[in-house]
Structure formats: C-alpha cells, structure tokens
C-alpha cells in the first residue's frame, strides 16, 4: 500500500484574506513541501489579528504591521516573514468637517480628531505620516479620539490619545462637528468631505516623489512552530512567492478571476516602479 505523502506533514492552523495574490494558495492550487495549510475561514482578517496576538490562536497568521511591530515590543512569540499581502495608499482614508473651520491638514493642530479602532492601527500611523510629513502636522498638538482599544493591550499610547465618550460614534462626532476630522470611517453627511484634496492622486504622486507604497499587513508564524521545521519560513516564502506569480499572469492576460478592486490600482504601480513591489 502506497503511503500518503501528506500524512506525516503536520497541519498549520491558518488566517488569511482572500485576494488575487492568495487564491492560488488558498484553492490549494500552490502546496508547501513540509507542511500543509489548513485555513480557518475568518469572517473579518482584523478580528484574527487580535486572537493571534492575545491567544495565539493561529500557527500562521496575516497581521497588521503596526500590530506586529507593537506586539514584538512586547516580546510575543512569533516572527513576521519579508511577506506583505497588503498594501494600500491612505491619503484618501482622512475625512473632515467642512464647518468646524478646519483649510488645511495643519489647522487640525489643537482639535480632537477621531481614529477607528485603535491608535496602533496601521492606517492611522500611515495617515499621521502623511500628516507629519506631508503637511507638517505637530502630531504632538492634536488630541487623538479612539473609537476601540488596542490589539496589543499591553501598548500605552501618547498622552495626547484619549478614547471616544461611552455611547458615542466617530461617525456621529463628526457629523456634529465635535471633532474636526476622522481617519477610517465612512460619514453620510454633506458637510463631510476628504481632508487631502484628489487623495487617489495624491497616493500615486507619493509614490513618484518618494517611493512610498505602503505596507499594511505581513505574515507571522508562531517560534514554535519554526523552531519545530528549520524549513517552514523559506517554504511559506516560496509559496506566497509562487501564488502572487500565478496571479500576475492572470492580472496580465486580463482573467475574470483575477479582477478585483485593487487590480487597477495594483496595475498602475507596477507600470510606475517598472515591475512589482515585494
């Protein structure tokens, strides 16, 4: 009787988003050679950040950056692999109050600005990068309102952060004109509007300017697991490697099955830089 080759590869419990770059290794078109994957459909990615952080509920696992950088400060048991299986630009992610007396990114300095979720997630960071660096925001003289708390609960943050009022919403907040502006949410009101004028092109001008094409989440896996197969990193590596070129052919030759939202934009950074980013 012929063995199972797969029998004695050990199955790692899995979180990953689905995208185009994902879904040859997801439909277990791409296999690893030492292990296999063994996929936990999470509804919401961002709520598998928080489980491998506290619980270490995953073998491997996407994580937001920030979250990652944050939980290795505080000594968490598992390393991140040179994977990145998203990034994004984030001039567009800022909103505003057009009747709180805000022109200009540097008018926020001394007015409470809203950020979703936690101060630590990674499109916040972004945001204020482009804040401090762009515009040439004090990001020390604006007061930061949290609509959540931290993935990493052990993080303390600036002094200048505070959490938003029980009961409130960021959303209604602003529509109210109590704070001036907010990064990641969504606000239905005609007194609303995007902080950075063309934010879309703004993203690809950074890109130009300063090769700035953000990283939002990598890969981790848990030490024990790459203590237990010397191999696992360089093997998870190849196959994301293998996925994402199986998906550029697709996205090349115009496949329905490679078609997603972020494929023009994904399209158009690949023609800026010449090639593909890591």
């Given at each position: 009787?012929?063995?199972?080759?797969?029998?004695?590869?050990p199955?790692?419990?899995t979180?990953?988003?689905a995208?185009?770059?994902?879904?040859?290794?997801?439909?277990?078109?791409?296999?690893?050679?030492?292990?296999?994957?063994?996929?936990?459909?999470?509804?919401?990615?961002?709520?598998?950040?928080?489980?491998?952080?506290?619980?270490?509920?995953?073998?491997?696992?996407?994580?937001?950056?920030?979250?990652?950088?944050?939980a290795?400060?505080?000594?968490?048991?598992?390393?991140?692999?040179?994977?990145f299986?998203?990034?994004?630009?984030?001039?567009?992610?800022?909103?505003?109050?057009?009747?709180?007396?805000?022109?200009?990114?540097?008018?926020?300095?001394?007015?409470?600005?809203?950020?979703?979720?936690?101060?630590t997630?990674?499109?916040?960071?972004?945001?204020?990068?482009?804040?401090?660096h762009e515009?040439?925001?004090?990001?020390?003289?604006?007061?930061?309102?949290?609509?959540?708390?931290?993935?990493?609960a052990?993080?303390?943050?600036?002094?200048?952060?505070?959490?938003?009022?029980?009961?409130?919403?960021?959303?209604?907040?602003?529509?109210?004109?109590?704070?001036?502006?907010?990064?990641?949410?969504?606000?239905?009101?005609?007194?609303?509007?995007?902080?950075?004028?063309?934010?879309?092109?703004?993203?690809?001008?950074?890109?130009?300017?300063?090769?700035?094409?953000?990283?939002?989440?990598?890969?981790?896996?848990?030490?024990?697991?790459?203590?237990?197969?010397?191999?696992?990193?360089?093997?998870?590596?190849?196959?994301?490697?293998?996925?994402?070129?199986?998906?550029?052919?697709?996205?090349?030759?115009?496949?329905?099955?490679?078609?997603?939202?972020?494929?023009?934009?994904?399209?158009?950074?690949?023609?800026?830089?010449?090639?593909?980013?890591?």
């Amino acid at each position: 009787m012929n063995k199972d080759p797969s029998a004695s590869k050990p199955r790692l419990k899995t979180a990953l988003a689905a995208r185009g770059h994902t879904q040859a290794l997801m439909n277990g078109t791409v296999t690893p050679r030492t292990f296999e994957l063994e996929f936990e459909d999470v509804p919401s990615i961002i709520k598998a950040f928080r489980r491998m952080v506290r619980n270490l509920d995953f073998d491997i696992s996407e994580l937001a950056m920030t979250t990652y950088l944050c939980a290795r400060a505080q000594g968490k048991p598992f390393t991140a692999i040179p994977v990145f299986p998203m990034r994004a630009f984030h001039h567009g992610a800022i909103v505003y109050n057009t009747k709180t007396g805000v022109r200009t990114p540097k008018d926020l300095e001394g007015r409470r600005v809203g950020v979703n979720r936690g101060y630590t997630v990674t499109t916040g960071l972004w945001v204020r990068g482009i804040l401090q660096h762009e515009y040439g925001v004090d990001l020390g003289k604006v007061t930061w309102v949290l609509s959540g708390d931290e993935h990493v609960a052990e993080y303390q943050p600036p002094s200048n952060v505070v959490s938003i009022e029980p009961g409130r919403t960021l959303q209604e907040l602003l529509a109210a004109g109590e704070i001036a502006a907010a990064i990641g949410i969504t606000v239905e009101s005609p007194d609303v509007k995007p902080l950075i004028p063309h934010a879309g092109e703004a993203g690809f001008e950074a890109l130009q300017r300063q090769g700035l094409y953000p990283i939002n989440h990598t890969v981790v896996v848990r030490n024990d697991r790459l203590d237990a197969n010397p191999d696992l990193a360089e093997d998870l590596v190849d196959v994301f490697a293998e996925a994402k070129r199986i998906y550029l052919r697709h996205l090349r030759e115009g496949h329905a099955d490679a078609v997603s939202a972020t494929d023009p934009v994904y399209l158009r950074v690949m023609e800026m830089i010449g090639g593909h980013p890591p």
